[in-house]
């Protein structure tokens, strides 16, 4: 089993940046692909970004549009995501998943709890 813990979450103005975290543990020795996605009034679960183990080409939402950049540090075992621009759209709740980078929810196999973003106007 892998547990994934997302941190970093919190309420910010329009045009701010954050930073989520999320610390996997147990079998991290998997070399599991990661991903990120988000829950918001419109989409129930939408792909936001995903890297694979190996940090190589990485995958993002077509609503990114280079705001966002997705990084991982295989040492400390936790995966980043550097919101930059926030828009009030972005509001939701990021969830970490790992297991894929496919940018459908269901081809992941472990979740996070999930880390609430609030973006004001």
């Known amino acids: 089993q892998v547990q994934l813990v997302e941190s ?4 910010v103005q329009a045009g701010d940046s ?3 975290s999320c610390a996997a543990s147990g079998r991290v020795s998997s070399r599991l692909d990661m991903g990120w996605f988000r829950q918001t009034p ?3 679960r939408e792909f ?9 080409v990485t995958y993002y939402g077509d609503f990114v549009t280079g705001r966002f950049t997705i990084s991982r540090d295989n040492a400390k075992n936790t995966m980043y ?3 930059n ?3 009030p759209e972005d509001t939701g709740v990021y969830y970490c998943a790992a297991g894929s980078v496919s940018s459908w929810h269901g081809d992941y196999d472990y979740w996070g ?9």
Do not use: F, I, N
């Not at 936001?48 to 190589?56: I, R």
């Open 85 to 87: 621009s926030l828009k």
């Open 113 to 121: 709890q999930g880390t609430h973003v609030t973006v004001s106007s």
């Open 42 to 44: 419109d989409y129930e």
């Open 18 to 20: 954050l930073r989520l």
């Open 81 to 83: 995501l550097q919101m």
């Open 8 to 11: 970093g979450g919190g309420s």
């Open 48 to 56: 936001v970004a995903s890297v694979p183990w190996s940090g190589g």
